[in-house]
């Protein structure tokens, strides 16, 4: 299995929609677990990949996203949206569609996305976080080198229940 990180093309809004548009993925984000969700739309969306595709010019975006090529195939994002040139910090985040879950897409695009972090900025902090409710997540993390940093808890306010979350951090 091939896999590559792409800057992101106008034409991969309807594929993203497609796979994003499942709980299972939106849910681990924590966009569909609040009390009161955002609507996921096509429109909304559109400006995110318009946003994205506008910051790979910049010298020093503010976020640097990618879509995740298994084997040509455009499986999912992998980004960050906060980049702090004063303290060197980074936070990242991902997703895959639920179909190509568990073969491992996840851990490569992510020690590729680091080389390319490092590639482009100075940093000595690379910040995630996972829910603790998504072990798979932290896995992903854990296996690129990021150590556990602690637990936030009740960070996240759902439906009916607050939502705890790990930190995750790899210094450099
Ligand atoms: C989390 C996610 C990115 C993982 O993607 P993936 O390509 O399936 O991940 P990988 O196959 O590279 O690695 C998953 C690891 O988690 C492990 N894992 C899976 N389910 C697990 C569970 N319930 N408990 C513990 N570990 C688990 C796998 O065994 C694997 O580890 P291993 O290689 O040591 O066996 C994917 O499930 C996803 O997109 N989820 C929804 C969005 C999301 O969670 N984004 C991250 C938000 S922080």
Redesign the pocket.
């Known amino acids: 299995m091939k896999i590559e990180l792409r800057k992101f093309k106008m034409s991969d809004l309807d594929e993203m929609m497609e796979m994003f548009l499942d709980e299972?993925?939106t849910d681990?984000?924590g966009l569909t677990l609040s009390s009161n969700p955002p609507k996921i739309t096509k429109k909304f969306e559109k400006k995110w990949l318009k946003e994205s595709i506008a910051e790979y010019k910049k010298k020093k975006p503010s976020k640097y996203n990618f879509a995740i090529i298994s084997d040509g195939i455009y499986v999912?994002n992998m980004g960050t949206h906060k980049i702090d040139y004063e303290n060197e910090s980074t936070e990242i985040?991902?997703?895959?569609g639920k179909k190509?879950?568990?073969?491992?897409?996840?851990?490569r695009a992510l020690k590729l996305f680091i080389k390319k972090l490092n590639e482009k900025f100075k940093l000595k902090r690379i910040v995630?976080?996972?829910f603790t409710f998504?072990?798979?997540?932290k896995?992903?993390m854990e296996?690129c080198g990021f150590k556990l940093e602690g637990i936030r808890k009740q960070v996240k306010k759902g439906k009916n229940k607050f939502y705890d979350d790990y930190q995750l951090v790899k210094i450099q």
């Not at 985040?93 to 895959?96: D, E």
């Not at 190509?100 to 851990?107: E, V, Y």
């Open positions: 299972k993925v681990a984000i999912g985040g991902y997703w895959i190509c879950w568990g073969n491992g897409i996840a851990t995630g976080f996972a998504n072990p798979a997540s896995r992903v296996k």
